[in-house]
């Protein structure tokens, strides 16, 4: 089993910035992967970022591309997301999620996770 618990979340004015954490705890092994979504009023959840642990490697969302900086602390198990020049567009619940399974095929693919944290709510206003 792997907890997965989130913070960070609040309200802001456009332009301005927030930071997600997530901290897995529950499991000796580290996550093959972990990633952010995010699930926007009256939508579907949608990927935002993911490291990829062996590798190091990180991938985005072309819509958060550039604003959006996902750091992975492997020895404290936790991501942070740094959230730059936000827009309304960006509000929404925010998840964590890691995959323990297998090697990830499709990070940015929901099913591709097999734990989630319960989510954080992140608002943007105009």
């Known amino acids: 089993q792997v907890q997965l618990v989130e913070s960070g979340g609040g309200l802001v004015l456009a332009g301005g910035s927030l930071r997600l954490s997530c901290k897995a705890s529950?499991?000796?092994?580290?996550?093959?992967?972990m990633a952010w979504f995010r699930r926007a009023p009256g939508k579907e959840r949608k990927f935002v970022a993911v490291v990829r642990w062996n590798s190091g490697d990180i991938y985005y969302a072309d819509s958060v591309k550039g604003r959006f900086i996902l750091i992975g602390d492997g020895a404290e198990r936790t991501t942070y997301l740094q959230m730059n020049n936000l827009t309304p567009e960006d509000t929404g619940v925010y998840y964590c999620a890691a995959d323990t399974a297998a090697i990830p095929t499709d990070m940015r693919a929901d099913w591709q996770y097999d734990y989630w944290g319960r989510g954080t709510q992140v608002t943007v206003s105009s």
């Open positions: 529950g499991r000796t092994a580290a996550p093959f992967a």
